[in-house]
Nanobody
Framework: QVQYVESGGGLVQPGGSLRLSCAAS????????AGWYRQAPGKQRELVAT???????NYTDSVKGRFFIFRDNAKNTVNLQMNGLEPEDTAVYYC????????WGQGTQVTVSS
């Protein structure tokens, strides 16, 4: 069973930036497409961004131009650079394969508030 460990969340003011990082066991991201997902209070988990093995990226409309998904092959991580954060981005952020498998990590909380 793959283990995902997300980090980098926190409290940030609107307009601020955060960089999330995800490590997975078994070098899983070198073999499969990866994705970042988020779940806001009272809402279903949604896909935020994906990156294929060929570095093709895709984003949900609400984060296009603000969020950027990329790999750090030296660290075997998949990262999410989040700029121009808005209160609507407040959620627990998770990483997983894309499409996801049933096993999820603990996630990392991102709170955007003044």
């Amino acid at each position: 069973q793959v283990q995902y460990v997300e980090s980098g969340g926190g409290l940030v003011q609107p307009g601020g930036s955060l960089r999330l990082s995800c490590a997975a066991s078994g070098s899983i991201f070198s073999k499969f497409s990866a994705g970042w997902y988020r779940q806001a209070p009272g809402k279903q988990r949604e896909l935020v961004a994906t990156i294929t093995r060929g570095e093709y990226t895709n984003y949900t409309d609400s984060v296009k131009g603000r969020f950027f998904i990329f790999r750090d092959n030296a660290k075997n991580t998949v990262n999410l650079q989040m700029n121009g954060l808005e209160p609507e981005d407040t959620a627990v952020y998770y990483c997983n394969k894309a499409p996801p498998e049933p096993s999820w990590g603990q996630g990392t909380q991102v709170t955007v508030s003044s």
